[in-house]
Every structure is written in C-alpha cells, then in structure tokens.
C-alpha cells in the first residue's frame, strides 16, 4: 500500500540533493527529500565554487546567501606550496612556489570577461546549512532529515521506496514517477547492482578541523597552503598535507587539515593527529582546539549507468575523484543543473520522455574529463 506519491522523490540531503529540491521548487515541480543523517555535514568537505556553479546559484537564487557566507576577491587568491610555517632550521618556512588562482592576481581580468559571477569558497559545512535553510523556505513538502530509503523497487512506471523515520522507526511506503540517487553512491546503486568504473582506493586520507590563530604565518589571500616538509619525520611518511582556512583568508579562526593517514594507525586518534599536525607545520607549541577528525578514503571512479529506467545518479552517486583542482562539487552542481529542468518538463507534461535520455551523454564526457584532470593534477602533487 502506498502512503505517498510524488513526482520526484530525492534520496540524499546534502550539496546535489539540496540544489536539486531547490531547482525543483523553483520550477513548481512537487517532490519529496530524505536524507539518513539528522543534520547537513559536521565536516568542511569541499569548498571550491567555480564561476558556472555560481551562475547555477544566481539562477537558483542563493547566490548572494552564498558570497555572505564564503570567501572570494582578496581572500580568495592564490595557492600556495611551503615547506613549513614554523621551524628554524635552513629552509624552514620557505614559500618555494605559487601560483595564481581561482580569479586571483593576473587570473584576475579573464575572469571577470567570462562570467558576472566569481568564483567562491564556501566550505560544505556553512553552505549545506543555508542551502537547507532555503530549500525548506521554498519545498512544496517538509524535508524528511533522520530518514533512510529501504526496500526499493522499480518498474515501468516509477519507483516504490520505503522510507523509515531512523528515531520513531516508523515506516512509510513513497511512490515516485522518478528518483534522483544523490546519497553518494550508497544506497540507491547498489540495491540496483549499478557499480563503479574505475579505483576504489587510491589513498587513505585524514582532514583535522580545528581552532587555531595562523594569523602570522598565512597571507590573507591564499586559499591553499601546500606543506611539503622534507624534515619532518612525524608525518606519516608522507611529510606533506594542505592547510585551508574555512573561514576568510589568514584570519579565519577556523581551519582544516588533510593529510595521508598513518599506515601504522588502526583508529582515528585525535592526540597523535594533532600532534603530527604541530610536527608537519614545525609550530610544536601552536595552540590547537579540535572540533572534528574524519578519516575517508580518496577515489577516483564513475558510474556504470548515470540513468537507469526512471532511476538517475547525481553528484557522489554517480562519480567522486580528487580533490586537487576542485571540481568535485561542481561536477555535481552540473548534473543537478543539466537534469532538473528536464525532469520538470517531462512531469509538467512539455516534452517527451525520452528527453531523460540525454542525461547521460551529456555528462558522462564532462565527467570523465573532470576526473582525468584530477587525476593528473592528484599524480603532479604525488611527485612534488
């Protein structure tokens, strides 16, 4: 027995399935969002909005919440490769190469000649939140957060999801003419036996959010802080890792590390983390408060299918790669971007079905060519 119906159903509540519900609304279409966690992200996650992305957002209308709550012009400028911010032995404290980035210095003229929107960095942890904020200001139905998708099935017709309230247990049966899988890969592909092309595993990686005043070691406009500490002995042997602030510039308060994790470690341990940290960027005494440390394991794959059926994969559903160029968020935004006016037309009854169909070729090639240059740019930073 079906308790709901709706046009849409999105599992996934975070960057892809929020731009989604909010796109939707935007075009009046009807549509349900659950998503398993209670909250948007605790981590910072990715950061980097390029300038399409921020032309998505002035379309979306959140474009202006996310400039308020991000970081561009000064603070965004350049990136950075150090061999340490501290130390006081030869070499240490040395900034042996920049470069331009993001709109910043020279790149600054082309960048305003190609688009009115520049780009931004707004890390996962303050943008979910006001996307949230909006997508429930506009959504035609509650966002369903502390919700899991179960048993799925799919025909000609649509999808049938059973939904489980993850606190009251309660359980409700949702009817869909169509489904859009933004829950990273973790749910929806499976149950459907779609898999990933390309590798699982490339690296074990660790990022440490934490408090701290770098104030007199980092310029206010580099974005990216690339440490490469050959003295370093403490750093799991691989003596290099990048510094980000999540707030604005040298000033932010707020910062997060990313770094191999120890292939010695057997758990996450924050003391031994912050440790390393202090050793990698030769500050012993630095004083550091820890809000949070992940442990995730870097990627580089894509989908077998983008669409399957009235079934259809976005953002880390259908593809995750390097961090290294930034454009894995983005990635996602252009498939958020590329499928919901098609989907709005097809349930509004103004253009044929097989219109989906054009999903997955214009994507794939952009991804594919995303992911090759991350990886490029992922080996380039294995060699410095």
């Known amino acids: 027995m079906v308790d709901i119906h709706v046009p849409i159903l999105i599992v996934g509540g975070g960057a892809s399935g929020l731009s989604s519900s909010i796109s939707l609304s935007n075009l009046g ?6 998503e398993r966690h209670p909250t948007t992200s605790h981590a910072p996650k990715a950061h ?19 400039y308020g709550a991000g ?44 688009g009115p929107n520049p780009p931004c960095s707004c890390h996962q942890i303050k943008l979910e939140p006001l ?53 990273a890969g973790r749910s929806i592909a499976p149950a459907m036996g779609i898999g990933w092309i390309g590798a699982t595993k490339l690296q074990d990686n660790v990022s440490i959010h934490f408090k701290a005043d770098l104030s007199d070691f980092v310029e206010d406009g580099c974005i990216l802080n690339w440490i490469v500490n050959l003295g370093s002995s403490d750093s799991f042997g691989l003596a290099s890792g990048v510094l980000v ?31 390393r940290m202090r050793s990698l960027l030769k500050l012993p005494d630095l004083s550091v408060e820890v809000h949070q440390v992940n442990h995730w394991v870097l990627e580089s ?12 994969m976005v953002g880390d559903a259908a593809h995750k790669h390097p961090p290294t160029i930034g454009i894995g ?16 037309w097809i349930v509004k009854g103004l253009a044929e079905p097989r219109l989906l169909e054009s999903y997955e070729p214009e994507r794939r090639p952009v991804i594919q060519r995303n992911i090759d240059c991350a990886n490029t740019t992922y080996y380039s930073h294995m060699i410095v």
């Open 48 to 66: 980097i909005l390029n300038q399409r992305t921020m032309e998505i957002f002035r379309q979306l209308g959140i474009d202006g919440l996310v």
């Open 29 to 34: 279409v009807d549509h349900l969002l659950i």
């Open 131 to 183: 996307m949230h904020a909006h997508a429930a200001k506009v959504a035609p139905r509650p966002l369903l957060f502390n919700h899991e998708a179960g048993d799925l099935q799919v025909d000609d017709e649509g999808v049938t999801v059973t939904v489980t309230d993850r606190e009251s247990g309660q359980q409700t049966v949702v009817r869909a003419d169509y489904l859009v899988a933004a829950d």
């Open 301 to 312: 794959v894509i989908t077998e299918a983008f669409q399957s059926g009235r079934v259809f």
């Open 329 to 344: 968020m983005n990635s996602a935004f252009g498939d958020t971007s590329n499928l919901m006016w098609k989907l709005a």
């Open 245 to 275: 602030p999540v707030g604005r510039g040298g000033l932010s308060s707020d910062w997060v590390m990313h770094f191999a994790f120890p292939p010695d470690a057997v758990e996450v341990d924050e003391e031994v983390l912050t440790r």
């Open 71 to 114: 970081s561009t012009g000064q603070h965004l400028q350049n990136s950075t490769w150090r061999t340490s911010l501290g130390g006081d032995e030869p070499g240490d404290g040395r900034v042996f190469a920049q470069i331009d980035a993001w709109g910043g210095g020279e790149l600054r003229e082309i960048v305003e000649k190609t």
